[in-house]
């Protein structure tokens, strides 16, 4: 028989796709969903474990999508530039095209996808990913179903899945070395993994060598952010910024948002930072 309709959802690694998961296969356990992970290569090992947890909880696999060519080649096709809030060509290249691979036969033989994604009743009107195919048709079940942050962090709570381990450190999910981490995680990312981190230096040596104008974090290189006087800056400046927050917001237990989020503290709004393919 042919298959006239596909239901996929994509997760990052991250607590809101994987609340996604846990609430369709709750409500919807009709659906025959496919769970997929477009892995880069270069992700944290705290997003790996995690999504063996989430397949505990969900009974079934989540595909891994590996890009066909890998971070090295894309970045030497793009002169040695690093990828930047300007230029995302790691998530058009190491997250999208995946998916467009995956995706395409049943595309191009007229099949309809359904694709759910992770935004919430919170956030500002944000778009997942879209196609250029008029049957690629685009679900958001949290928000559908009034689901915020306080929700999502429940569900996980609930079906005791629970949350990434790097949400102790650092704000969202992504690539090792994301360009929209704030400069205390970069700080952090170098003493937690300081493999990872020696890896971005490279990097951006290499591109800093070819001629590019972006660092991995703006204006200034990760030898500068790292040097002992600099470290010691960026850890106060947090730590003030923190006291402020809480004295301004003391903690709601209720409201399932808590004043050590990285991106409270720098007054980020989480739909308005990262791409929703990589960080949600």
């Not at 930047?84 to 191009?108: F, G, I, M, V, Y």
């Amino acid at each position: 028989m042919k298959i006239r309709e596909r239901h996929i959802l994509g997760v990052s690694g991250g607590r809101d796709s994987a609340a996604l998961a846990v609430h369709m296969r709750q409500t919807r356990p009709d659906l025959r969903l496919e769970y997929f992970f477009t892995d880069t290569g270069k992700e944290l090992p705290e997003v790996y474990s995690f999504l063996d947890r989430l397949e505990g909880f969900l009974g079934q696999p989540i595909a891994r999508l590996n890009p066909d060519r890998d971070f090295d080649f894309w970045m030497a096709e793009y002169g040695n530039f690093l990828p930047s809030p300007r230029t995302r060509w790691c998530t058009r290249q190491l997250k999208l095209r995946p998916l467009e691979h995956w995706l395409r036969a049943d595309l191009e033989a007229g099949v309809t996808v359904h694709s759910y994604v992770a935004i919430r009743a919170d956030e500002p009107s944000r778009e997942g990913y879209t196609s250029t195919q008029s049957n690629m048709l685009v679900h958001l079940p949290l928000r559908d179903a009034g689901i915020d942050r306080k929700g999502v962090i429940d569900i996980l709570r609930n079906a005791d899945v629970g949350e990434p381990e790097y949400y102790d450190w650092r704000s969202r999910s992504g690539c090792t070395f994301c360009f929209f981490q704030q400069k205390i995680e970069w700080v952090r990312l170098a003493e937690r993994h300081p493999d990872r981190f020696d890896e971005a230096v490279a990097y951006e040596k290499t591109a800093i060598d070819g001629g590019s104008p972006f660092t991995w974090s703006q204006g200034e290189s990760l030898i500068a952010l790292t040097k002992p006087d600099r470290v010691a800056q960026i850890k106060a400046d947090y730590e003030k910024r923190l006291d402020r927050l809480r004295k301004r917001r003391p903690a709601n237990p209720l409201s399932g948002r808590s004043p050590e989020t990285i991106d409270d503290v720098y007054g980020i709004e989480e739909a308005s930072a990262g791409c929703v393919i990589c960080h949600k």
